[in-house]
């Protein structure tokens, strides 16, 4: 159980934007908007966001999970330092994740925003590696059965 | 634990012996996995039906149909409601709206912010203001 593992991961997102890199960038630079899509969310709380845009800068985001989410009243905190920033091209920052009292990830996260005809393609890769006792399964199971009982009541 | 199996299946009317084993996404799931069982949601979707009515054009006896409701009443995906000497059946969202919150769930966090970056970037258009 408290063996010590180590998970690594690598992703690969993409999506296409309608508006032109330079709109999509602003949405990384500007605190405000960053806050509203990547920190705001109906499972948690945001206590905490700070952003610093520029290479070194740091970024701190802190929630704490809502009710209705797989880990009532936990906090969660990111802290994120950027490592290379190309206006209008690309963002790469370096991240740690604390869950509660333990850290449970460490990542890095390359931003590519790519012109099209229609706009932006987006293409994010994220480069991770995961702590034991991360409250991946162990905890998600214990809050899905929490939420999934409160289900049932409503449908009985 | 065992898993679930023909639940449901045999019980002639009796409450709770169906319901009683799985989580209620598993009941979701299982209701799910029979074309039959979609079938009767597609034509739900539509409209509310009587019984009769889905009997029919699926080709199915009525007693067939009755146990495919059951299952899809104990799912909380459809609801069943005499009226007078008919039961009508509709689509009960409750299921649906769980079996939402289960996808919704189950995509990752970066998946969900880039959902909601891309609504922002939509939304500019109606108005400066984002929040």
């Known amino acids: 159980m408290s063996d010590l593992t180590v998970v690594h991961n690598t992703f690969v997102l993409e999506r296409s934007f309608p508006k032109p890199p330079d709109q999509v960038f602003f949405a990384f630079s500007d605190p405000a908007t960053k806050r509203a899509w990547f920190a705001q969310s109906e499972n948690h709380k945001v206590e905490k966001f700070e952003l610093d845009f520029r290479v070194g800068g740091f970024e701190l985001t802190q929630y704490r999970f809502g009710e209705n989410s797989p880990f009532p009243g936990v906090a969660l905190v990111n802290e994120e330092r950027f490592q290379d920033i190309v206006p209008n091209r690309r963002i790469v920052t370096a991240s740690k994740m604390m869950l509660g009292e333990r850290r449970i990830s460490a990542s890095l996260v390359t931003v590519e925003l790519l012109p099209t005809e229609a706009g932006t393609d987006l293409i994010l890769t994220h480069q991770a590696a995961f702590f034991e006792g991360s409250g991946g399964p162990e905890m998600r199971e214990a809050g899905w059965k929490k939420l999934l009982g409160q289900l049932e009541k409503e449908l009985l | ?131």
């Not at chain 2, 995906?77 to 919704?104: D, H, N, S």
């Not at chain 2, 990752?108 to 909601?116: A, F, G, M, V, Y």
């Open chain 2, 1 to 131: 634990m065992g898993k679930p199996g023909r639940e449901g299946k045999d019980a002639s009317g009796r409450e709770g012996t169906a319901s009683s084993s799985g989580e209620p996404i598993d009941r979701i799931f299982h209701a799910l996995g029979d074309p039959t069982r979609r079938a009767i949601l597609d034509m739900l979707a539509e409209r509310p039906r009587s019984v009769s009515h889905l009997a029919e054009p699926l080709g199915i006896t009525l007693t067939a149909v009755a146990q495919h409701l059951l299952l899809l009443e104990e799912s909380g995906l459809a609801r069943t409601e005499k009226v007078g000497r008919v039961r009508t059946c509709r689509i009960e969202p409750a299921g649906f709206a769980a079996l939402e919150t289960w996808i919704r769930n189950h995509r990752t966090s970066w998946e969900r912010k880039l959902d909601r970056l891309g609504l922002i970037l939509t939304e500019d258009d109606a108005g400066p203001t984002v929040d």
